[in-house]
């Protein structure tokens, strides 16, 4: 992480891409905290592309997090526990304001999330690519990202044809 940092930020910054970091920064050694921090407050005004680091992170962490804000807003009296609703908790998400992902790529040839974004990819697309991380390169993602404009996308929505199934006998 420190290399990356210390290696990449300028041009990141120079190419408009904003840095967010996603997790706990509660025990991260002081140093590691600094550059995070540095790096987000660098790019905080940039509006091109986001780059969200997911470092010490955990999705049910999230959720606990989450949980745990709402929780406290209850109790100090900023809303009442019949207002939290879906929108209210992904409110308190560490990604609150971003999308949630319309893709996952996930590489390694394992199929499955990890922990990752489990809130968050309710409805998004997965992939499974056996290739290692440092050997997905362009072409790769080609291939993912075509794979995923021929899926139908849906929502949890059901179509005709799909209520057209259930009405079989």
């Not at 290739?131 to 996308?153: G, H, K, M, T």
Request: charged content about 35%; proline content about 3%; glycine content about 6%.
């Amino acid at each position: 992480m420190k290399l990356f940092i210390k290696r990449d930020l300028k041009e990141l910054r120079e190419n408009n891409v904003r840095i967010r970091v996603i997790g706990e920064r509660e025990g991260v050694p002081g140093e590691i905290a600094k550059l995070l921090q540095e790096a987000e407050t660098t790019t905080k005004e940039n509006d091109g592309l986001n780059l969200v680091v997911a470092f010490n992170y955990g999705g049910r962490a999230e959720i606990v997090r989450s949980a745990k804000k709402m929780i406290k807003a209850v109790a100090e009296g900023h809303i009442n526990v019949d207002d939290i609703d879906e929108k209210v908790f992904s409110s308190c998400l560490d990604t609150y304001d971003m999308p949630d992902p319309d893709l996952i790529i996930r590489t390694s040839g394992e199929q499955r999330l990890s922990n990752f974004l489990l809130w968050q990819s309710a409805y998004s697309e997965l992939y499974f690519a056996s290739c290692y991380w440092p050997e997905f390169n362009e072409e790769q993602l080609d291939i993912a990202v075509s794979d995923y404009w021929l899926r139908e996308r849906r929502f949890g929505r059901v179509y005709e044809k799909d209520k057209e199934k259930e009405e079989l006998p």
